[in-house]
């Protein structure tokens, strides 16, 4: 089935500094979406990319569709304390004629103040 | 976007034993969408609810262990059955094609 290879799997950073993490697979997508997990909590989207080579920034964050559509990025910059968490990709596919998501295995952020 | 209430957001329970999720949405929805995410993992999907279909399930999912039910468009449950401690994990409910999640249930079997 499709995997989506996310890296890296952990990060410490100090705040202030930028942040790039990236998601691979052998497989085509059609949207890429990137979501932050708090501890306790489900899943909120930050970005979504719906066209390959699109670029979309939210607030500090930017994302891109990568060209092939196996591949997107997350940036952070600036990052803050409030950062910290588990940042998930998940590329949407359509399978059997209905949609579904496939997610990364995540990565966690430590931001030190 | 629409905004889930999911219950309850934890609970601890005997092997053997069944727990029913429950997913309130404030907006009528298609399609909902159950997952389970193991601890430090990532999430899988577990099936598909539909109003007024059976749920599609995932490979590696059975009705029989995760039964599910969506009598409206705007709540489903999810059945965790005879429980074993490999079913401790963390199961969240999601609409708006995977835009929203709800917060979430942590099960711990013992």
């Known amino acids: 089935g499709q995997q989506l290879n996310q890296s890296p799997q952990s990060m410490f950073i100090q705040e202030g500094e930028d942040v790039s993490m990236n998601c691979t697979s052998s497989?085509?997508?059609?949207?890429w979406l990137w979501y932050k997990q708090d501890p306790g909590e489900g899943p909120v989207l930050l970005i979504a990319?719906?066209?390959?080579?699109e670029l979309t920034s939210n607030g500090r964050l930017t994302a891109q569709f990568g060209i092939t559509r196996k591949d997107s990025f997350l940036n952070i910059s600036a990052s803050i304390p409030s950062d910290v968490g588990i940042y998930f990709c998940a590329g949407r596919i359509t399978q059997g004629g209905s949609e579904k998501l496939v997610f990364g295995k995540g990565t966690k952020l430590t931001v030190n103040p | 976007s629409a905004v889930i209430s999911q219950k309850p957001s934890r609970d601890i329970c005997q092997r053997g034993t069944s727990l029913t999720i429950q997913c309130q949405v404030d907006?009528?929805?298609?399609?909902m969408f159950w997952y389970r995410q193991q601890p430090g993992q990532s999430l899988t999907l577990i099936a598909t609810?539909?109003?007024?279909?059976?749920?599609?399930?995932e490979s590696g999912f059975v009705i029989d262990k995760f039964p599910i039910s969506r009598p409206n468009l705007t709540f489903s449950t999810l059945t965790v059955s005879n429980m074993s401690p490999e079913d401790s994990s963390i199961y969240l409910c999601?609409?708006?094609?995977?835009?929203?999640f709800g917060s979430g249930t942590r099960l711990t079997v013992v």
């Open positions: 990319l719906y066209k390959a080579g």
């Open positions: 609810a539909n109003q007024g279909s059976e749920a599609t399930y």
């Open positions: 999601s609409v708006d094609s995977g835009y929203t």
């Open positions: 907006s009528q929805v298609t399609m």
């Open positions: 497989s085509i997508f059609n949207t």
